[in-house]
C-alpha cells in the first residue's frame, strides 16, 4: 500500500520560509515522477512543482518560480518542498503526489498524502 505522509507545514510571517518533506512508502520511490500541488479556501487545487524520477527534471508553476525549490533524495524515499519569501497567497494546504508519467504541470498523481497547512500571515 503506497503512503505519502507530509510534514513541515506551520505558520510563518510574510517573507519568511518553511521546508516541507513528503516521506513515501509502498512503491520504489525512484521509479516515480513527485509532485507538489496546493489547495487554498475556496479555490481548486493547483500544481505547484514536480520533479523526475532522478531529479534532473523539474518544473514550477509561474506563481513559485523563483521562490519554491523541489528536491528528493531516493535513498530516503522522500521529496522536498523549500518555499521562501512566502506570501499570504501562498496559504494553503500542501500535498505531495506520485505519479507513474512523466514530469509536467498537468501530470496525473495516482497516489497523494493528506496534506499539510500552511499558513503565511501579512
Known amino acids: 500500500q503506497v503512503q505519502l505522509v507530509e510534514s513541515g507545514g506551520g505558520l510563518v510571517q510574510a517573507g519568511g520560509s518553511l521546508r516541507l518533506s513528503c516521506a513515501a512508502s509502498?512503491?520504489?520511490?525512484?521509479?516515480?515522477?513527485m509532485g507538489w500541488l496546493r489547495q487554498a479556501p475556496g479555490k481548486e487545487r493547483e500544481f505547484v512543482a514536480t520533479?523526475?524520477?532522478?531529479?534532473?527534471?523539474?518544473y514550477y508553476a509561474e506563481s513559485v518560480k523563483g521562490r519554491f525549490t523541489i528536491s528528493r533524495d531516493n535513498n530516503k524515499s522522500t521529496v522536498y518542498l523549500q518555499m521562501n519569501s512566502l506570501n499570504p497567497e501562498d496559504t494553503a494546504i500542501y500535498y505531495c503526489?506520485?505519479?507513474?508519467?512523466?514530469?509536467?504541470?498537468?501530470?496525473?498523481?495516482?497516489?497523494w498524502g493528506q496534506g499539510t497547512q500552511v499558513t503565511v500571515s501579512s
Open positions: 503526489a506520485t505519479s507513474p508519467y512523466a514530469p509536467g504541470p498537468d501530470t496525473v498523481y495516482d497516489y
Open positions: 509502498g512503491r520504489t520511490f525512484s521509479r516515480f515522477t
Open positions: 520533479i523526475s524520477r532522478n531529479g534532473a527534471n523539474t
